[in-house]
T-cell receptor, first 113, second 115 residues
Framework: ETGVTQSPTHLIKTRGQQVTLRCSSQSGHNTVSWYQQALGQGPQFIFQYYREEENGRGNFPPRFSGLQFPNYSSELNVNALELDDSALYLC????????????FGPGTRLTVL | QQQVKQSPQSLIVQKGGISIINCAYENTAFDYFPWYQQFPGKGPALLIAIRPDVSEKKEGRFTISFNKSAKQFSLHIMDSQPGDSATYFCAASPNGNFGNEKLTFGTGTRLTIIP
């Protein structure tokens, strides 16, 4: 059974650019959540996708957007990058909504210069 | 607005000792309280979780103590081992029937177990 995978591992962008991060959910999982983890902080919830529909969003501006595909993989897009967007971006998948454990991927380290 | 406060920020414990990490929450809608363990370069992994209908849950060397009236919960690691050295996060979520397992995390505790 393959776990949650994310790509790329590391990414360097400049302020104002756009970035797309990718996540492959664990086999059998239909729910994907994205989190931002700044250095030395706990992860912060960005949004969640359930069966290709957004199902909840944290306190992030609209320039953070996402997609979930029919195979339940997901993308996180960030437009107009700011220096404060530098962080580890974590994807977590689960079998469903209520009552299921979330399994985290290793994350994508984004650096904005 | 930080809804889950975690302490201490860092902790050094001797091998074989007890490691204790504390968390406090504000949102009374929270009803699911997991603890995650994160090693460098890895994503967080679920360690143990509790719901507010019990005051304690034990799994091996790991125990969660929960105090609903005080809105506090803590992780105890008994017989701490060097392999337990990692960053630990408490978290909370409103896990009602409508789902939406979005987790609110604490700021983390870096635990170091010394020989």
């Amino acid at each position: 059974e393959t776990g949650v995978t994310q790509s790329p591992t590391h990414l360097i962008k400049t302020r104002g650019q756009q970035v797309t991060l990718r996540c492959s959910s664990q086999s059998g999982h239909n729910t994907v959540s994205w989190y931002q983890q700044a250095l030395g902080q706990g992860p912060q919830f960005i949004f969640q996708y359930y069966r290709e529909e957004e199902n909840g969003r944290g306190n992030f501006p609209p320039r953070f957007s996402g997609l979930q595909f029919p195979n339940y993989s997901s993308e996180l897009n960030v437009n107009a990058l700011e220096l404060d967007d530098s962080a580890l971006y974590l994807c977590a998948s689960s079998q469903g909504l209520a009552g299921y454990e979330q399994f985290f991927g290793p994350g994508t380290r984004l650096t904005v210069l | 607005q930080q809804q889950v406060k975690q302490s201490p920020q860092s902790l050094i414990v001797q091998k074989g000792g007890i490691s204790i990490i504390n968390c406090a929450y504000e949102n009374t809608a929270f009803d699911y309280f997991p603890w995650y363990q994160q090693f460098p370069g890895k994503g967080p992994a679920l360690l143990i979780a509790i719901r507010p209908d019990v005051s304690e849950k034990k799994e091996g060397r790991f125990t969660i103590s929960f105090n609903k009236s005080a809105k506090q919960f803590s992780l105890h690691i008994m017989d701490s081992q060097p392999g337990d050295s990692a960053t630990y996060f408490c978290a909370a979520s409103p896990n009602g029937n409508f789902g939406n397992e979005k987790l609110t995390f604490g700021t983390g505790t870096r635990l170091t177990i010394i020989p």
